[in-house]
């Protein structure tokens, strides 16, 4: 038995969730401080974005070979490295003397941070027994979901209170926690001591960190440039189609691969892994457009709209240990992920529905609905996707499951940005066809304003402006109904998933 088994399993939780939680708090936290950046270092919008894609860059290459790096160097060493190194690298931020400074520490801060979630993801799963996973699974998911939404509005206060340098410094405490715990509570598991060291797949490294580096940096950048209009984001795609096709096909060949890409023989972990992937691309792309919305169109500010999506972190978070109960009683996963997705489509779908003059229960009825759905697809999803993966296989597994789900998160980001767009712009032409003068809304209108307004320009001025705001009001329904419709052509896929094998408690 190794040592890891005779510490309390929920110590180990508090233990693993801490960095966990830092971590993914850290992709979102430095949105909102983008603007107050940009002023503070005197650079331009698109600069200040690659303070965002340099973390997300080096993260993303990091997560699907942490499997690799903890068995190679010992998980609790590997673990310990990088919440010194995370931690270390948010001071250094904090103190950034100038843009480039910054761009450079937040790609480091994403190399120490990237293997925080799969090792303590593994850790957490390992150190519950099999038929209590679903509850592991339910505590790591807690941080995964609510983290995402707790960044902007921590975020948020942080900068309007203390500046934005105390974004980085707010990591220092907590890392410093996180790494006496992990030295106190941590032990690598037999079989990690027992495996033996192989040479390192240098270019299977390499053609990961070109094909995911360029993906990410697409992602980011994609709507800005007007995507494939571009050459420099034409470039990035078939340099990364490039990159992925030589890497899985070298991968599959190596005897020692970096990412074991063999596991997705199981019909499990790979369907599981799909619905995964698109399941994030509607989270974090209504995680996206609410705050957008209710900033742009509501007048809401920063602050006001992150705690809009509060009652959704609430629901998630109470919904979460009841998800992993259900499942240690035997429920189905399969049962659980049906209805969350029929919940999260009705729900968005009430989010495609909001309008200029909706109130602040409108906005946070289905946002807690949400949160519901939320909580009964992440936990079933990971039981039913790990069902069939035993412990030697489980540190290239959570990478890769990951992996996928950040990689989601980015795609959502990218592909509401341009619906928003894109729609915008067709709504406003055709919107604009009504301002004519057999119109008779048109004509009611300006008969209205000039009671205050005489001159013929400011009443087209007014006109004109409440035009883009319906525009862009609908260009909102478009990219929440979008959301909505993916949620539902993934309700079928739930059956592809096998029926996991599960030990019933008492």
């Known amino acids: 038995m190794s040592?890891?088994?005779?510490?309390?399993?929920?110590?180990?939780?508090?233990?693993?969730?801490?960095?966990?939680?830092?971590?993914?708090?850290?992709?979102?936290?430095?949105?909102?401080?983008?603007?107050?950046?940009?002023?503070?270092?005197?650079?331009?919008?698109?600069?200040?974005?690659?303070?965002?894609?340099?973390?997300?860059?080096?993260?993303?290459?990091?997560?699907?070979?942490?499997?690799?790096?903890?068995?190679?160097?010992?998980?609790?060493?590997?673990?310990?490295?990088?919440?010194?190194?995370?931690?270390?690298?948010?001071?250094?931020?904090?103190?950034?003397?100038?843009?480039?400074?910054?761009?450079?520490?937040?790609?480091?801060?994403?190399?120490?941070?990237?293997?925080?979630?799969?090792?303590?993801?593994?850790?957490?799963?390992?150190?519950?027994?099999?038929?209590?996973?679903?509850?592991?699974?339910?505590?790591?998911?807690m941080g995964v979901v609510v983290g995402p939404i707790l960044g902007p509005v921590l975020g948020g206060w942080i900068t309007d209170n203390w500046g934005w340098r105390w974004i980085f410094y707010i990591n220092v405490p907590i890392g410093i926690l996180s790494f006496i715990l992990i030295n106190l509570f941590i032990f690598d598991p037999d079989y990690i001591k027992n495996i033996k060291k192989t040479a390192i797949d240098y270019k299977g490294l390499a053609y990961l960190a070109i094909a995911v580096g360029a993906l990410q940096i697409l992602l980011d950048n994609a709507q800005r440039k007007d995507w494939f209009e571009s050459r420099f984001i034409t470039t990035l795609a078939v340099i990364s189609v490039i990159g992925f096709i030589i890497f899985i096909t070298h991968e599959l060949k190596e005897k020692n691969p970096v990412v074991n890409l063999r596991i997705?023989?199981?019909?499990?972990?790979?369907?599981?892994?799909?619905?995964?992937?698109?399941?994030?691309?509607?989270?974090?792309?209504?995680?996206?457009?609410?705050?957008?919305?209710?900033?742009?169109?509501?007048?809401?500010?920063?602050?006001?709209?992150?705690?809009?999506?509060?009652?959704?972190?609430?629901?998630?978070?109470?919904?979460?240990?009841?998800?992993?109960?259900?499942?240690?009683?035997?429920?189905?996963?399969?049962?659980?992920?049906?209805v969350s997705l029929v919940v999260n489509a009705f729900a968005v779908n009430l989010m495609a529905h909001f309008n200029l003059s909706a109130d602040f229960w409108s906005v946070i009825t289905p946002r807690a609905l949400q949160g519901i759905a939320i909580s009964l697809f992440f936990v079933p999803l990971s039981a039913a996707t790990f069902s069939n993966i035993n412990n030697e296989d489980m540190g290239n597994a959570s990478g890769i499951f990951n992996f996928i789900r950040n990689i989601g998160g980015s795609f959502g980001t990218a592909i509401v940005a341009t619906i928003l767009t894109r729609r915008e712009q067709f709504h406003q032409s055709r919107l604009v066809e009504n301002i004519i003068p057999t119109n008779e809304a048109f004509n009611q209108s300006q008969n209205i304003l000039s009671s205050t307004l005489h001159s013929t320009s400011q009443q087209f001025a007014v006109i004109y402006k409440e035009l883009l705001r319906q525009a862009s009001m609908l260009s909102f329904n478009d990219a929440f109904y979008f959301c909505a419709v993916l949620f539902v052509f993934l309700i079928p896929t739930v059956l592809l998933i096998k029926k996991p094998k599960t030990t019933k408690l008492p």
């Open 264 to 338: 997705f023989k199981d019909r499990s972990f790979s369907i599981g892994n799909i619905i995964m992937f698109s399941g994030f691309i509607g989270f974090f792309g209504t995680i996206v457009l609410l705050p957008m919305y209710l900033q742009k169109l509501m007048g809401y500010t920063a602050f006001l709209a992150g705690l809009v999506l509060g009652p959704g972190a609430i629901t998630t978070l109470v919904g979460m240990p009841i998800a992993g109960k259900m499942l240690e009683r035997g429920v189905d996963p399969r049962k659980l992920l049906f």
């Open 3 to 141: 040592q890891q088994k005779q510490v309390n399993k929920w110590i180990v939780a508090i233990t693993v969730i801490l960095p966990t939680l830092m971590e993914i708090v850290d992709t979102t936290i430095v949105n909102v401080s983008l603007p107050h950046i940009q002023g503070d270092l005197s650079v331009s919008l698109d600069e200040s974005t690659w303070i965002l894609t340099s973390y997300m860059v080096s993260n993303a290459i990091i997560i699907p070979i942490t499997g690799w790096l903890a068995i190679t160097f010992g998980r609790k060493k590997y673990l310990t490295v990088s919440v010194m190194l995370f931690t270390i690298a948010s001071f250094a931020c904090g103190y950034a003397p100038s843009f480039m400074a910054l761009v450079i520490l937040r790609f480091l801060q994403g190399i120490a941070g990237g293997g925080l979630q799969p090792v303590s993801n593994a850790i957490l799963i390992e150190s519950f027994p099999k038929e209590q996973r679903g509850m592991a699974m339910a505590i790591f998911g």
